[in-house]
């Protein structure tokens, strides 16, 4: 049973344009949600995070949505950039962080020049 | 470089064969976590610890796999008489525990091919 779900294997966008990457969760006990980032043969590189106290953060050119209501997070990464290219893991933990995290099957992004 | 380290990358071995891997933690990190990733997959968690204790394990965590964390410094991941299924990147993290809102940060990983 999948808890944390990236229902779009792949997505492509243009070098400039805005990236979004979406995740479902459907334990209502999920109150921490992190976006991870991956290349090839390596692991995944921490790339921002959110509280359930909170409906939006921003970092850069990275803002995470969370919509509690409706149990789905999303990535904004504006504007995209070919260094962008890679894939994106959405994660979730239950009480602030007192339980390891549970993670997506990830999303790849490819950012076309 | 003072991020998680991992050893050894990449190991390949027969199946039957016993193999170790080797996590060592952010310094001021007192939880490790480990995890495996295979193709198409997000990280599982199998286990963790805080400090020398270890706190949970997955119901991945077979009677074949074993962790300790035994001075609450780095950890060891052992795998008696792989199988081809055990063929995966294992992945160590470590935290700051809850007050940092259980972000964790992982190593490069070690990749075993079991043939």
């Known amino acids: 049973d999948q808890q944390v779900k990236q229902n779009s294997p792949s997505l492509s966008v243009q070098e400039g344009r805005i990236s979004i990457l979406n995740c479902d969760y459907t334990?209502?006990?999920?109150?921490?949600f992190l976006w991870y980032k991956k290349y090839p043969a390596e692991g995944p590189t921490f790339l921002i995070s959110?509280?359930?106290?909170?409906d939006k953060n921003e970092d850069g050119r990275f803002t995470v949505f969370l919509n509690k209501s409706a149990k789905h997070l999303s990535l904004h990464i504006v504007p995209s950039q070919p260094g962008d290219s890679a894939v994106y893991f959405c994660?979730?933990?239950?009480?602030?962080?007192?339980?390891?995290?549970?993670f997506g099957k990830g999303t790849r992004l490819s950012v076309i020049a | 470089d003072t991020g998680v380290s991992q050893d050894p990358r990449h190991k390949i071995t027969k199946r039957g064969q016993n193999v170790t891997f080797r996590c060592d933690p952010i310094?001021?990190?007192?939880?490790l976590y480990w995890y495996r990733q295979t193709l198409g997959q997000g990280p599982e968690f199998l286990t963790y610890?805080?400090?020398?204790?270890?706190?949970?394990k997955s119901r991945l965590l077979s009677d074949r796999f074993s962790a300790e964390r035994p001075k609450g410094s780095f950890s060891t991941l052992e795998i008696q008489r792989t199988e081809q299924g055990d063929s995966a990147m294992y992945l160590c993290?470590?935290?700051?525990?809850?007050?940092?809102?259980?972000?964790?940060?992982f190593g490069e990983g070690s990749w075993l091919t079991v043939v």
């Open positions: 993290a470590s935290s700051l525990g809850p007050a940092s809102g259980n972000t964790i940060y």
């Open positions: 310094s001021e990190h007192n939880r």
């Open positions: 994660a979730a933990s239950r009480y602030s962080g007192n339980t390891p995290l549970v």
């Open positions: 334990n209502s006990m999920f109150d921490y």
């Open positions: 610890f805080q400090n020398e204790a270890q706190l949970e």
């Open positions: 959110i509280s359930s106290i909170k």
